[in-house]
């Protein structure tokens, strides 16, 4: 069974820098597709940032230039550096999986990730 384990994130300042992992189990495979999404309190869920195959990775707009995404491609891992973080960004932040394009969505359980004075 596949599992996805997110880890980091918490309490920080604005301005300040965080980190969130994501380890995946259950599989010897690659995945095609690991990235981030964020939902926050009232709010759909929205794209963070996704590497897909080698290393295409795509950005949503409200994060460029500020989160940097990255793969262990060896250890089907995931990472985003956060930094000059704002109390927007404040939202449990989900790990997400594919083996292909098309293929079944995976998911980890969420961390959460406060952006406050």
């Known amino acids: 069974q596949v599992q996805l384990v997110e880890s980091g994130g918490g309490l920080v300042q604005p301005g300040g820098s965080l980190s969130v992992s994501c380890a995946a189990s259950g599989t010897m495979s690659s995945f095609y597709i690991m990235g981030w999404y964020r939902q926050a309190p009232g709010k759909e869920r929205e794209l963070v940032a996704t590497i897909t195959g080698p290393a295409s990775t795509t950005y949503a707009d409200f994060v460029k230039g500020r989160f940097t995404a990255s793969r262990d491609y060896a250890k089907n891992t995931v990472f985003l550096q956060m930094n000059s973080l704002k109390p927007e960004d404040t939202a449990v932040y989900y790990c997400?999986?594919?083996?292909?394009?098309?293929?079944?969505?995976?998911w980890g359980q969420g961390t959460q990730v406060t952006v406050s004075s």
């Open positions: 997400h999986a594919r083996f292909s394009r098309l293929g079944n969505a995976y």
